[in-house]
Structure formats: structure tokens, C-alpha cells
């Protein structure tokens, strides 16, 4: 839903747009609110919540909260509770060529849902070398937030993560500047202390990219690019195949903006590497 009112925000009326930006800043409460309720939230009528309503496609306002209602059980499902609906294996009896169909379609559906635009502001901000940029994600996707960063500091000077520890974050948030990049991955059950993080990082006037899946992280608030990846399944776990095919993709560009700058760095930890006296036992 929150990727549909996104996508729809240039086609809408301003009235329309408060409507929006009410809908996505309280999101799922303002939805499952009254129409009344809502326009006194978006601060605009109940007439123009209607038509925010059917911008989006659907019939009438029940339509609206059955689909926002739907939606919010998915984003909350557990690996238990989709273990218990997914299948032993497909029809045909192939587990494996299952699971590789539903992760082509994931990535069919990914390349679907990001506009090449917002694909190459991301890689622009990462590719600013003025500012540092930080990695981090959360309980699985914080791997490949290791990886992606492992690859851009090759690249590109003054990339860092966050460390592990939360109870450090407010310290290298010290280290922080306006204008610097934070790469985010959020996925549903979503985690608490990475919006907060987010939450802080805007204070600081970082720019936020965020990797999310296509229910949108709350963080998607204080995002400058929001890149929405499908990760459903329809197994007990969450895919991460698009997020590791998109930290890459990102990679890739970054690293031919300025080809110049990244070929000087690799053929210099090149020489640094090859150059390095033996070990001593």
C-alpha cells in the first residue's frame, strides 16, 4: 500500500498529497481510522480522503482498510506461522526449482517496481565521494550490508558500518555529518532501533537510502531514495536473492561512475597486496 501511494504521489491533486503524506506518516493507524478521523488528520476534508481513495484504485473507502488490514497481516507474519501454510515442495515435485521460480519472479517484480531514476539517485549519493557513507541492516540483512560495504570501500574512500552493538550507536552518530549517505536494510517484522536510527540520522541531515521490501519499512519516512524489493517466498523464510542482486547492482554502478577514481584505488591495494613482506612464523 505504502509502495502504491508512493508511485501515485506525482498524478496527485496537493490536496490529495496531504492526504499522502498523512497516510505514510502514521501509517497503518491513519488507514484504519474513520474517514472523518483521517481528513482531521491530514487536516483536509472527507471528500478529498475519498478521492486520495480512488487515486489508488480502489472502489470506496471499505475496499481501502480490507486491503490495508490484509496487508498489515502480512507484514507481521512469522517464519512459524508461513511454515505452517508453505507446501513440502511444489506440484511437480521440485523443491529446488521452485524456490528458483519464485526468486526469478522476485527479481522480475523488483526491477518492476524501481524506477530507473530512483535507482540511479541511490547510486549517485554513494557515489559522492564529499561525504562518507555508513552501511547497516538488520538481523539477516545486515550481511549483506557487510558485503556491500566490504566491495564500496574498495571503491570509494570513507565508507564505515555501524557497529553491532546498539548501545554504541549514539557515539559514532557523533561522527555523523550533514550530507553524509546511510545505506539501511529494513525488512518486515521491521526493527525498532533501526527507525529510531533513522530517526536520529535525519536530526543529523543524513541522507538515507533505504532497502526495504515492498510493505516499505517505516524508515521510509526519512528516506531521500527508497528501493523496494520483493522478498516473499511463500516459504517460511523471507528471500534475501533481491536484496544481495540489488546491493550488487549498486555496487557495479558506483563503481563505473567514476571508473578512473575506482581503478586508481584497486590498482593501488593491488600493489599494496602483492608488496606485502611474507609472514614470519
Not at 515435485?93 to 531514476?117: C, H, K, M
Not at 574498495?154 to 557523533?174: E, G, K, M, Y
Not at 528501493?227 to 528471500?239: K, N
Amino acid at each position: 500500500m505504502k509502495e502504491q501511494v508512493h508511485a501515485a504521489l506525482g498524478q496527485m491533486t496537493g490536496a490529495e498529497r496531504k492526504v499522502a503524506h498523512a497516510f505514510l506518516a502514521n501509517y497503518p493507524s491513519s488507514g484504519l481510522s474513520t474517514v472523518a478521523e483521517f481528513a482531521a488528520l491530514a487536516g483536509t476534508s472527507a471528500p478529498t480522503v475519498l478521492r486520495f481513495v480512488s487515486r489508488l484504485g480502489f472502489s470506496g473507502y471499505p475496499e481501502f482498510q480490507r486491503l490495508l488490514r490484509t496487508e498489515i497481516q502480512a507484514e507481521l507474519l512469522s517464519p512459524l506461522e508461513k511454515g505452517d501454510t508453505s507446501p513440502a515442495r511444489s506440484a511437480d515435485g521440485s523443491a529446488l526449482g521452485s524456490y528458483f521460480a519464485r526468486a526469478t519472479a522476485n527479481i522480475q517484480a523488483t526491477l518492476d517496481a524501481i524506477p530507473e531514476s530512483e535507482f540511479e539517485a541511490a547510486c549517485a549519493l554513494l557515489s559522492d565521494h564529499k561525504s562518507a557513507c555508513y552501511m547497516l541492516g538488520g538481523r539477516f540483512s545486515d550481511a549483506i550490508a557487510r558485503y556491500m560495504a566490504a566491495h564500496l570501500r574498495i571503491v570509494r574512500p570513507n565508507v564505515r558500518r555501524f557497529q553491532d552493538q546498539t548501545s554504541t550507536w549514539d557515539d559514532q552518530l557523533l561522527d555523523v555529518r550533514a550530507g553524509d549517505v546511510v545505506v539501511l536494510f529494513d525488512i518486515r517484522r521491521y526493527q525498532r532501533d533501526l527507525v529510531h536510527l533513522s530517526e536520529l540520522l535525519c536530526e543529523r541531515k543524513a541522507r538515507i537510502v533505504l532497502i526495504t521490501d515492498t510493505w516499505l519499512s517505516p524508515i521510509s519516512h526519512y528516506a531521500r531514495v527508497v528501493l523496494p524489493c520483493a522478498i516473499d517466498s511463500g516459504r517460511t523464510w523471507d528471500s534475501g536473492v533481491v536484496l544481495m542482486a540489488l546491493a550488487e547492482a549498486i555496487v557495479d554502478r558506483v563503481t563505473h561512475r567514476d571508473w578512473d577514481a575506482a581503478r586508481s584505488r584497486i590498482q593501488a591495494l593491488e600493489h599494496i597486496h602483492w608488496n606485502k613482506p611474507p609472514a614470519t612464523e
